[in-house]
């Protein structure tokens, strides 16, 4: 049963996942602001001709958008957790039910850094349903249930040189733009490191540490 036994509160869980979503309202709202920012840049950029400058700069419009969708999965998670709150407290191993919503949150909350209530949850469900359990979700092993679509949406690397082309491809569709992008983009992705940690967290941690009173 972990470290809260008996004693264990869903509604200290319930509690932390209204706070949560408080919070993720006000994260979507930054990075979707960032992220039509970061479009309308890469807009002006292929107007202006400097089409090698809007394929750098679309790695943050993709960046921004990743962010918006990894939030939107975490906020449906918090909605389970309180709608099943009761299985929560119920069981002493982690519902069937919420096996996806309890791993994801528990890996995103590796991957984030300043969301104290997220933070809160992954250690509320480590001692509730042990080390072991936390440990499949943060490192991804093969038994881990972390939603495979919400893994890459909070990865630190650099995106590949195809998929920011199509981005930007989108992009120029929209503003009537024919692009002449050389297959050298390629390059571009090959000299950019990889990393992506426990430690490294989504961008806009900072404005996460910000919204800290208004999302409480």
């Known amino acids: 049963?972990?470290?809260?036994?008996?004693?264990?509160?869903?509604?200290?869980?319930?509690?932390?996942?209204?706070?949560?979503?408080?919070?993720?309202?006000?994260?979507?709202?930054?990075?979707?602001?960032?992220?039509?920012?970061?479009?309308?840049?890469?807009?002006?950029?292929?107007?202006?001709?400097?089409?090698?400058?809007?394929?750098?700069?679309?790695?943050?419009?993709?960046?921004?958008?990743?962010?918006?969708?990894?939030?939107?999965?975490?906020e449906k998670y918090c909605h389970l957790l309180i709608e099943k709150r009761v299985l929560i407290k119920t069981k002493g191993e982690c519902p069937e039910e919420l096996t996806e919503t309890i791993s994801s949150l528990i890996f995103a909350a590796s991957r984030w850094g300043k969301f104290p209530e997220l933070h809160e949850l992954r250690e509320i469900f480590t001692s509730r349903y042990g080390n072991e359990f936390a440990a499949q979700c943060v490192e991804l092993r093969n038994n881990s249930s972390v939603q495979p679509k919400m893994i890459p949406k909070l990865s630190k690397r650099h995106t590949w040189s195809g998929k920011r082309l199509d981005m930007l491809n989108d992009i120029a569709a929209d503003c009537g733009i024919t692009l002449c992008v050389e297959d050298e983009t390629s390059q571009i992705s090959q000299s950019m490191p990889q990393v992506n940690s426990e430690n490294e967290c989504a961008e806009g941690e900072e404005e996460s540490q910000q919204g800290t009173e208004a999302a409480q």
């Open 1 to 74: 049963m972990g470290l809260f036994g008996r004693k264990f509160k869903a509604s200290k869980v319930t509690a932390l996942a209204n706070l949560s979503i408080s919070r993720i309202a006000i994260l979507k709202n930054q990075h979707q602001v960032r992220c039509s920012l970061a479009c309308s840049d890469v807009t002006q950029l292929l107007h202006l001709g400097r089409q090698e400058d809007a394929l750098h700069r679309v790695e943050l419009v993709i960046k921004e958008q990743n962010t918006v969708d990894a939030l939107a999965m975490m």
